[in-house]
């Protein structure tokens, strides 16, 4: 499991020439690290006097953020096996019109876990979005930098998740499915972005 | 280490209400990550017939990528190192005038390190933004979403960096130091926003 694996090791494998894991496993640790960082931010401000009007609201952040958190983290091997499942409907065997028709099916079928997968990343980025910005001006000021920091890596893996879906939707034959995915992955983005730039507003008007 | 530790390690530690590893740490991971996906994207191009016109330009690029991997991943332990010096500044004693002025310099000295390692991230992110941009239309067109968001990581790397050096410069007293590096984060930003910007119009034009 690559989650098992070292930074050190798991950043050799990504720059290495297989192509798994990838862009989509990478937005997944974004995500997770997103999530980590507002974790971190809620435990700096649980217990403090000043932040002591919100505790409720932060515990329950803190929790929403440990199970997305865990969640991503679990995608990141997800992400690459969506990919590979990919790899391996090529390789099926094309002799019988029965063996082009399976693997036909097996390569559409792999397509759609290939875009399902990294929009899973990208809901749950834009959660880790919505609850970074929950915690503006209810959490710790000196951790303000952390909770820029944690909302600029739930952006990117939005992005780069969204990224994802879109290049694999082209060869995807099914245009009831792909009219969906499009129309949503636009409002994530849309969104994404929305909360993205008001957090980054409220940081910088608020740091240094 | 922390970069010896597993990724899932590394998340948990990183949620902790341990201040350190942070915001800092999270974006040299996230600058590192970007430069794996610009090495990557150069393997998987290297050696095809599409790119050979490219290949020296590419070669340069993954060498480059590799080296500032390297750099980003130690960042992440130096970072969490530069924190921790200026805590124990703070801890210093202070009953003689000795003391407290000893305890000043090292507190001084402290927030010079923790705004000079973010602002040494903040660079190395916009040398990996500088090289996502070289491979635009010279590398695999297949990991075009990956080249996406290597430009995202780094990015995000970049943006992240800043906000740690932002709010660390109040606390210094060195006015012409501060006036040097807030005029450098204003162009690191700007020359980063707009090499991501002409990276992500290419990405979004040639992708799905």
């Given at each position: 499991?690559?989650?098992?694996?070292?930074?050190?090791?798991?950043?050799?494998?990504?720059?290495?020439?297989?192509?798994?894991?990838?862009?989509g496993?990478?937005?997944?640790?974004?995500?997770?690290?997103?999530?980590?960082?507002?974790?971190?931010?809620?435990?700096?401000?649980?217990?403090?006097?000043?932040?002591?009007?919100f505790?409720?609201?932060?515990?329950?952040?803190?929790?929403?953020?440990?199970?997305?958190?865990?969640?991503?983290?679990e995608?990141?091997?997800?992400?690459?096996?969506?990919?590979?499942?990919?790899?391996?409907?090529?390789?099926?065997?094309?002799?019988?019109?029965?063996?082009k028709l399976?693997?036909k099916e097996?390569?559409?079928?792999?397509?759609?876990?290939?875009?399902l997968?990294?929009?899973?990343?990208?809901?749950?980025?834009?959660d880790?979005?919505?609850?970074?910005?929950?915690?503006?001006?209810?959490?710790?000021?000196?951790?303000?930098?952390?909770?820029?920091?944690?909302?600029q890596?739930?952006y990117?893996?939005?992005?780069?998740?969204?990224?994802n879906?879109?290049?694999?939707?082209?060869?995807?034959?099914d245009?009831?499915?792909?009219?969906?995915?499009?129309s949503e992955?636009?409002?994530?983005?849309?969104?994404?972005?929305?909360?993205?730039?008001?957090?980054?507003?409220?940081?910088?008007e608020?740091?240094?």
């Open positions: 499991m690559l989650v098992k694996s070292s930074i050190e090791d798991f950043s050799r494998i990504l720059g290495s020439s297989s192509p798994a894991p990838g862009g496993s990478v937005a997944a640790l974004s995500g997770a690290l997103g999530a980590d960082l507002v974790s971190m931010v809620c435990s700096l401000s649980i217990g403090k006097e000043d932040y002591e009007p505790h409720n609201e932060l515990a329950e952040v803190l929790a929403d953020a440990q199970t997305l958190s865990k969640g991503l983290l995608r990141i091997d997800l992400d690459a096996k969506a990919f590979n499942g990919v790899m391996a409907a090529f390789k099926m065997a094309k002799e019988t019109e029965e063996e399976s693997r097996a390569i559409q079928k792999g397509f759609k876990e290939a875009v997968s990294p929009l899973g990343i990208a809901r749950e980025c834009l880790v979005l919505k609850l970074s910005e929950k915690l503006l001006g209810k959490s710790n000021s000196n951790a303000l930098s952390d909770l820029g920091v944690a909302s890596q739930a990117a893996g939005l992005e780069g998740a969204v990224m879906v879109k290049i694999n939707i082209p060869s995807i034959k245009e009831v499915f792909n009219t969906e995915i499009s992955i636009t409002n994530i983005i849309e969104d994404g972005r929305k909360i993205k730039d008001g957090i980054y507003k409220y940081v910088y608020n740091i240094g």
